[in-house]
């Protein structure tokens, strides 16, 4: 088979890694055509006894590893989409190891033979962007819920992960009240609340004014997942564990939340992965 029948179907996802890597669509785009060029002209060889993708991105890492590390950044880098600013924040060794396996979805293992390091130092590297996001992200909390066992055990995790939590709403009337005496970045809700009122029309009735993402953590995913109305991105099942929560709360905010500078809550467009 071909090398384009066999690398083809792989190279719009190398594409992607290598915008979010450089920052840049056209830089990303320029290592993938200089390691494409050099495998061509016999210059470089794809890895063998391991999966084309594989293989393809390690053949990239080659190229990178040798100058892209110390790629300059690109004239307007302030203007970029938030999701690209603050991965162009984190180290760039970091951010290969991030990107590796959340966003293409390579095992540790597969990671560390793309880049040609032990597996323990893929986990490294991950421990310490993740780190470093938290320290970005480190934003106020509403919480809707009505349970005080369960609304204290997500204020402790919340609080425990550098956040601050603004109030505890168990009303739709207590939620919105508090969403407007406060600044809020992030909404962690309920479904069915105490006097009978609903998660959901609180969030409705918040998000007319201000655009944070939410998160919603019920007992009752079926009443969001009807197919007939626009369904969350972000939606928790209980019982809960705290790992899941912790990474959806990451999540909703590094896609969401404005870098520092931006108005936290002025109408914009919504990063979904």
């Known amino acids: 088979m071909s090398a384009t ?74 203007k970029r989409p938030v999701v690209e600013q603050r991965l162009q924040a984190l180290q760039p060794s970091n951010r290969e190891a991030l990107l590796l396996t959340t966003v293409e979805g390579f095992t540790h293992s597969e990671a560390a033979q793309i880049l040609d390091w032990q597996e323990d130092e893929i986990q490294d590297a991950i421990t310490s962007a ?25 204020e402790d995790l919340v609080t425990g992960l550098g956040h601050t939590v603004v109030g505890i709403a168990t009303t739709r009337d207590e939620a919105v009240r508090m969403a407007a005496e406060h600044k809020v970045d992030l909404i962690l809700t309920d479904i069915r609340l105490a006097d009978g009122s ?56 590094f896609f969401h939340k404005p870098v520092m500078g931006q108005d936290a809550h002025s109408p914009r467009l919504s990063l979904v992965q």
């Open 5 to 78: 029948h066999t690398l083809g179907p792989h190279l719009p996802y190398l594409r992607r890694y290598a915008r979010a890597l450089t920052g840049s669509q056209t830089s990303g785009d320029a290592f993938v055509r200089a390691a494409l060029e050099a495998f061509l002209e016999s210059n470089a060889e794809l890895t063998k006894d391991v999966p084309p993708r594989m293989a393809l991105y390690r053949l990239f890492h080659q190229f990178w590893a040798a100058t892209g590390r110390q790629y300059p950044a690109e004239e307007g880098a302030h």
């Open 130 to 154: 993740l780190r470093a996001i938290d320290r970005d992200l480190a934003s106020r909390i509403l919480i809707i819920e009505d349970e005080l066992v369960i609304a204290m055990d997500l």
């Open 198 to 253: 609903s998660g959901i029309d609180a969030v409705a009735d918040i998000l007319s004014s201000v655009d944070v993402p939410v998160i919603f953590i019920t007992a009752f995913p079926e009443c969001l997942l009807t197919g007939e109305r626009m369904e969350p991105t972000y939606l928790i099942t209980k019982p809960f564990s705290r790992d899941t929560v912790r990474a959806t709360i990451g999540q909703a905010l």
